[in-house]
């Protein structure tokens, strides 16, 4: 029997990382990934002070939306529309998925010819 090394961020705790499949193969995976908790982590707390009345809860979605697309963001910083053309791509994708699949009425059965 062989031995694996698994890797987890110590800011999941191992139950909530092996449920939510935060386990990984690599120590630079799993660097990657506390590297992200932590962004999370700062950016809840920097909007939990900076915005009145927004509750951790809302402040740890958000965080953690804008985490995950850092890089957009960064793009966004000098070029704002880059945000937009983001936003649009997601509202028509959701659109789609929202349109009703194509109705077809009842087949007409056609008479059996002997």
């Given at each position: ?21 935060n ?13 992200f ?10 909007l ?47 659109a789609?998925?929202k349109?009703p699949?194509a ?12």
């Amino acid at each position: 029997m062989g031995v694996v090394a698994l890797y987890y961020s110590d800011r999941d705790d191992m139950k909530k990382a092996m449920e939510e499949g935060n386990v990984f193969s690599t120590a630079k995976e799993a660097q990657e990934r506390d590297r992200f908790l932590e962004l999370v982590d700062e950016a809840r707390d920097f909007l939990v002070r900076k915005v009145e009345g927004l509750d951790e809860d809302t402040a740890d979605r958000v965080a953690m939306v804008i985490a995950e697309n850092r890089e957009l963001f960064k793009k966004g910083m000098t070029k704002p529309s880059v945000l937009g053309e983001k936003n649009a791509e997601i509202a028509k994708e959701e659109a789609e998925k929202k349109k009703p699949a194509a109705k077809r009425g009842p087949k007409k059965k056609e008479p059996i010819q002997v």
